[in-house]
């Protein structure tokens, strides 16, 4: 359930929502009751986050363009493939665990 410690630690992450107050556009009511209702993610809170935020990701996303733009497709292709095969190969052995008549396959009798 959401705080009103968490609503505070949400207005510290953005503190533009502090000039909104202060300046008379909204009030703390108003405000908690948005973040209640409608999450911290939506994108009614964009106009409060912080240029520094925003160049941020601006810059994670410009870091994955540039790590996408070296990857080798051959090498993700031979990695995909390597994967599927292995789940593949996981899913036989579930496959004919399940078609053994035993409980516990790897149970030992006591003799």
């Known amino acids: 359930m959401m705080s009103v410690e968490q609503f505070k630690q949400f207005v510290k992450k953005h503190p533009k929502i502090i000039e909104e107050v202060r300046q008379g556009r909204k009030t703390w009511k108003e405000l908690y009751n948005d973040w209640y209702?409608?999450?911290?993610?939506?994108e009614m809170w964009?106009?409060?986050?912080?240029?520094?935020?925003?160049?941020e990701q601006s810059a994670l996303i410009?870091?994955?363009v540039n790590y996408l733009k070296h990857v080798?497709?051959?090498?993700?292709?031979?990695?995909?493939?390597?994967?599927?095969?292995?789940?593949t190969s996981?899913?036989?052995v579930v496959r004919q665990?399940?078609?053994?008549?035993?409980?516990?396959?790897f149970s030992f009798r006591k003799d």
């Open 37 to 42: 209702v409608f999450g911290e993610e939506d």
């Open 97 to 105: 665990m399940q078609q053994t008549n035993t409980k516990d396959p």
């Open 72 to 87: 080798d497709v051959n090498e993700l292709q031979t990695y995909v493939t390597n994967v599927q095969q292995a789940i």
């Open 62 to 64: 410009q870091k994955l």
């Open 90 to 92: 996981i899913q036989e």
């Open 46 to 55: 964009d106009v409060y986050k912080s240029t520094n935020e925003k160049e």
